[in-house]
Each structure stands twice: as structure tokens, then as C-alpha cells.
């Protein structure tokens, strides 16, 4: 085909492909032909039956009761982060200065709010059941309506409380991306068996999920075509990386994996439940602490918590030149409620707050963080040939091949194994580890499967983003792609725009890095080819859903129907 007729159909091919990325907070979803998605709140609010239950997810992580032990911990925390500032140097080599919090929170005390108009609006009104995204925010919490976010800490957000269950979940997802489908990208529902999808899924995943999921785009919202990609291998293609070590701050997560040639080492990724809503969360304890003149503001209030975030969007920061108080104003716009004026100031909290990230004992203030590492399969009916089943029968299969041999010697011979071999025979210990190694060279060796154990946790069981980049490189299999990983360190999603934190991460490594990789040029790339983070792995999908290569990957709704899960061992861009 000559090119300009292959770049036109490539054209006509990337505007029927949709690419959604579902994030804790946003929404990201757009024809890869687009230069950018849409953004919008991944939230829907649905009108309360009458006697229903009322359930409001809040727009920030919540916070958790402040107990004595909880406080103590986080002003140690903050104490040790002021005077590891106190000793860095400014760019021309003078030593930071800090204005006392209390000196701070007397200015503040005096301050008034001024109104500056009589009313901020008014709330919505709908005239259906449903409102979905950044609308959700103008409903008065007196109206007869429940409000969901289908993801939360980076994954489906499935609980036992109203509206929690799978099927709601999906059915949550549903109404939001068919909603952006005819509202924003309009197009008509009925058309979409003409249009494929690419589904961002978390690196760490769920197979349950991911087949609902699945099920959910081929058969109830009825695309004519779909794949899944793991986020972070979605984030090496936006920057345009062959190779990275990724880390991913979102609004709720933080995860970090390395990546090489389009795969996710699997030992290398872990998720930490901490993200922009913590930082967020932690700067208002912070400002609380210099007497923050909103007095009535409250985070469970959906308007609090977006002014919240706004101010440590616009106020934080990680840079080192910017020493003592400093005044700032903001504004307080409510439906009904008159629109006021602060000024405030703040001080070395618009740095301390970003630093969390690195001291998550400060994000105490929103609970206990829990790390995940990717689960072994669980295994499922209809798929018997998994991984699980594969490791069970090569083991029996061998077991008198290895017998005559000292323990993990055999290792290397167990490559060609295949299913299908005597089952019979029973499971002599110590045999585990040797076969599971064969399977997936990359399965952590010794511990059990599926915990945390070989990520070592800090104080608290929390692992700061620098401990969890050092420890996901050493999970590589190799010297040469540790190496490689050093040199490479990607950040994507939007938790961590703070000017400055880049080189902070880069400081923190490099002091950390084990001796024989110090030569390596540490290389963190916060801004990947001037491309926002938050779109780097939208950007990615988008991309890589045109190429030749990926033509391959689609799965198609007879297809799902007929096989079903076992597809995706077959079609998935990783590791089924
Ligand atoms: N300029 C900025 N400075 C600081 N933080 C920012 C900035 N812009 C966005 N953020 C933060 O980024 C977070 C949202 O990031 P992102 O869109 O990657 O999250 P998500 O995909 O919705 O969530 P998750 O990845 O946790 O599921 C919010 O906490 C927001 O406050």
C-alpha cells in the first residue's frame, strides 16, 4: 500500500478506537486518534430509593480517628522531615531558613475571610436518577442521592456496604464511560460494535476483575473489539521508553514496576495505598496546625475536598529556595453561601506535605497503608490449564527425572515442560520452589506467594517511594536490567506534579543505590517528551493500539463468547 494511503487508514482506524484509563479519581477516555482524553470525575451519583440505604464516597481518602499513639507518630514524622530541611542548602549555597509554625498560625488567627459576592451559585437540580462526573459535585448532600466511585486506592472498588458489589461496581461502570461515550465523545451507543476499546488495567491485577471487565466491554457495552493494558507498559509507550522503571503516583496509589520491551517484570511491581488524596489530606492537617482560617472547612464535604486539593495543587511544592512564610489567597465558593476571601500563610508545610511520599508515616492521618505485590492466580473453572495447573502437574511430572539429582540442579531443565503429564504421585517438599522458579523466572524466590514479604517495610509496615524503587530494581531478574533500571526511572500520573519532587527522588536514590550501579547517570523523568504524567499512559494506549504489532491483541465479542477467559492467555500484552 503506498504510505499516504496507510497513514490514512491508520487515521481512520485510531478514530475508532477508544481508549479509557480509569483512575481512583479521573477518568481518562478518548479516541486514540485524539491528542488528548477527556477528563472527567470517575463518579456517579444515582437518586436513593426510598427506603434505600444512604452511601456517599468521599472525594479525599477519609480520614481515621486521631488517637494519641497516631498523632505522636506523624508529629515525629513531620519533626524529622523539618529538620532534614532545616540542614539542605539553596542554590547559592545558603542554608534554609524556616518560619516557626506558631508564628504562622498567629498571623492566621487574625486573618478574616472577606466576602467578596452574596451567593456562589446554586446547587443542580436533575431531572433523572443519574448525574455522573464533575456534575456530582454540584448536588446538595441533602438530595436523595447516593454517590460511587468505581475505583478507589487504584483498583475496582468493591465493599460490603451499599452499592459495593461486583455487579453494582460494573454497573457503575458502565453508566459513567457510556455516559462519556455519548456525552463527550458523541457517539451513539448503537454504533459502538463499529469501534474496538483499550482497557488501561492496573499492573498489579485482578483476573476476576479483569474478566468482568472484559465482559462488561464486549457484551453489555457491546464494542466490537477489545484488549487490556497494564498501565505501566501503557507509560513506557507514551514516553517513548523501550525500557523503565515506572512509578505511578495516582490520586490513591502509588505503584512502581519495572518494564522492559513491553513487559512488566511481575516480581518487580508493588502498589502502596497512598496517593495525591493522602498529600492532600496530610497539607490540611498541616495547615490545621498553623491555624487554617476556613474553620468550618470539612473534607467530607465534596466542594471542601476539591478546594482542599486545589490548594496543595497550587501552594505545594519541593523547592529549596523558597524559605519562610509566605501569604497566599484563596476563595471559598458554595452554592447559597456567601463567596468569601482568605488569606493565609503558610510556610515549610507546602514541602513538608509533598514529602510524605518518602516519610508515609505522615499519611497516618488517612490509616494504615497497605502494600500489594502481584497475587499468584487463584485459579478458575473455566480456565483449567492455568499456571496453577502448570506447576502442579510439571512437578509431579518430574518428580522422577529429579529425584536422582541434588535439590535445584534441574532447574534450567524444566523449560520445555508442558501440561498433560502424569498427574499421579505425590508432592515431595522442597521440590516447590525448584519447578515454580522454572515456570516464571521472575517468581520471588523463598516466602510465600502472593505477600509482601520480600519487600521490606519500614516503620508503621509503610514503604516510602524511594525504599519501593530501590527494592522493585533489585527484584530484576538480572544485573545488566537493574542497571539499565537505574538509568531509567519514569514518573507518571498526576500525585506527583510538585516542582522539585523529581530531583528530590534523584537525591534520595542516588544516596541509597548499591555501589557497584553508582556509576550509572540516575535518570528521572518527571515530564516525558513535555507530555502532562496524568496522560503519559492514555497517550501510550493510544499509540500503541495503532501499531502493526498490536493487531494481534484484539479479542473479539464471538470469540469471548465462544472461548472465554482461556483468551486472554493467548491474546493478553502480558502474562495471563
Ligand atoms: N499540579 C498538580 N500538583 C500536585 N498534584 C496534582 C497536580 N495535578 C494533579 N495533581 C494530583 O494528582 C492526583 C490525580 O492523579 P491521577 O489522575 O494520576 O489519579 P487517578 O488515576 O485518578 O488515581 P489512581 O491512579 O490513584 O487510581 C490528584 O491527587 C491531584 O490532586
Redesign the pocket.
Known amino acids: 500500500m503506498p504510505a499516504f494511503q496507510e497513514s490514512c487508514a491508520e487515521q481512520i482506524q485510531a478514530q475508532t478506537i477508544i481508549v479509557i ?8 477516555i478518548g479516541r486514540a486518534s485524539d491528542l488528548n482524553p477527556h ?1 472527567l470525575l ?1 463518579v456517579v451519583a444515582r437518586r436513593r430509593l426510598p427506603s434505600g440505604a444512604l452511601h456517599h464516597d468521599t472525594f479525599l481518602p477519609q480520614q481515621v480517628p486521631k488517637t494519641k499513639e497516631l498523632v505522636q507518630g506523624m508529629e515525629d514524622s513531620r519533626l524529622q522531615v523539618s529538620h532534614t530541611l532545616q540542614s539542605c542548602l539553596q542554590s547559592d549555597g545558603r542554608r534554609r531558613y524556616a518560619t516557626p509554625p506558631q508564628q504562622i498560625a498567629a498571623f492566621n488567627r487574625r486573618s478574616s475571610p472577606e466576602v467578596i459576592s452574596s451567593s456562589g451559585g446554586e446547587w443542580i437540580k436533575p431531572d433523572g436518577d443519574v448525574v455522573v462526573g464533575d456534575e456530582v459535585l454540584y448536588l446538595n448532600a441533602g438530595q436523595d442521592f447516593n454517590i460511587h466511585f468505581p ?5 475496582l472498588y468493591v465493599h460490603s456496604g451499599p452499592g459495593g458489589s461486583i455487579t453494582a461496581v460494573l454497573a457503575n461502570l458502565e453508566t459513567i464511560w457510556t455516559w462519556a461515550i455519548r456525552h463527550r465523545l458523541e457517539i451513539p451507543l448503537r454504533d459502538l460494535r463499529h469501534y474496538k476499546a483499550v482497557l488501561i488495567v ?1 499492573d498489579i491485577y485482578n483476573r476476576q476483575y479483569l474478566k468482568e471487565l472484559t465482559t462488561l466491554l464486549l457484551c453489555k457495552i457491546g464494542f466490537g473489539g477489545c484488549f487490556l493494558l497494564q ?1 505501566h507498559v501503557a507509560a513506557t509507550f507514551g514516553a517513548g521508553l523501550g525500557y523503565a522503571c515506572v512509578v ?8 512502581v514496576s519495572c518494564v522492559e520491551d513491553g513487559i512488566s517484570h511481575r516480581n518487580t511491581r508493588v502498589r502502596m495505598e497512598y ?3 493522602d ?2 489530606q496530610t497539607f490540611y492537617w498541616l495547615l490545621q496546625k498553623c491555624a487554617f482560617p476556613y474553620k468550618t472547612c470539612n473534607p467530607d464535604n465534596k466542594l471542601d475536598a476539591m478546594l482542599l ?2 490548594l ?3 501552594f ?1 511544592h519541593v523547592n529549596l529556595d523558597i524559605c519562610g512564610s509566605q501569604e497566599k489567597t484563596f476563595v471559598v465558593r458554595q452554592p447559597k453561601t456567601p463567596t468569601s476571601k482568605f488569606t493565609l500563610q503558610v510556610g515549610d508545610e507546602c514541602i513538608v506535605a ?1 514529602l510524605s511520599l518518602f516519610q508515609p508515616e505522615l499519611f497516618g492521618v488517612t490509616g494504615p497503608k497497605l502494600v500489594h505485590i502481584q497475587q499468584r492466580a487463584s485459579g478458575d473453572p473455566e480456565d483449567p490449564h492455568d499456571e496453577n495447573y502448570l506447576r502442579e502437574t510439571s512437578r509431579r511430572g518430574m518428580k522422577e527425572s529429579l529425584e536422582p539429582l541434588a535439590g535445584g540442579l534441574a532447574v534450567g531443565d524444566l523449560d520445555g515442560l508442558t501440561p498433560g503429564l502424569d498427574c499421579s504421585g505425590g508432592v515431595v517438599p522442597g521440590e516447590e520452589d525448584i519447578v515454580v522458579d522454572a515456570i516464571d523466572s521472575t517468581a520471588p524466590s523463598g516466602g510465600r506467594e502472593g505477600d509482601a514479604k520480600e519487600f521490606v517495610l519500614g516503620p508503621e509496615q509503610a514503604l516510602g517511594l524511594d525504599q519501593a524503587v530501590l527494592q522493585s530494581i533489585d527484584r530484576c531478574p538480572t544485573e545488566d536490567l537493574k542497571r539499565k533500571m537505574y538509568g531509567c526511572i519514569l514518573v ?7 516542582i522539585g519532587i523529581g530531583t528530590w527522588l534523584q537525591n534520595r536514590i542516588s544516596l541509597q543505590i548499591p555501589y557497584m550501579y553508582r556509576a550509572e547517570q540516575l535518570d528521572i523523568i518527571t515530564m516525558p517528551k513535555e507530555m502532562d ?2 496522560m503519559t499512559a492514555w497517550k501510550g494506549a493510544a499509540i500503541m493500539s495503532c501499531l502493526e504489532s498490536a493487531q494481534e491483541l484484539w479479542i473479539y465479542p464471538v470469540e469471548w463468547e465462544k472461548v472465554g477467559v482461556k483468551i486472554l492467555r493467548e491474546r493478553a500484552p502480558f502474562m495471563w
Open positions: 484509563h480509569p483512575g481512583s479519581l479521573y477518568l481518562r477528563t470517575h475505583y478507589q486506592r487504584g483498583d492496573p498501565d505511578d503516583v495516582g490520586d490513591q496509589k502509588t505503584s496517593g495525591g488524596g498529600i492532600t486539593k486545589s496543595k495543587e497550587s505545594c509533598p507518571v500520573g498526576g500525585g506527583m506534579k510538585f504524567p496524568q
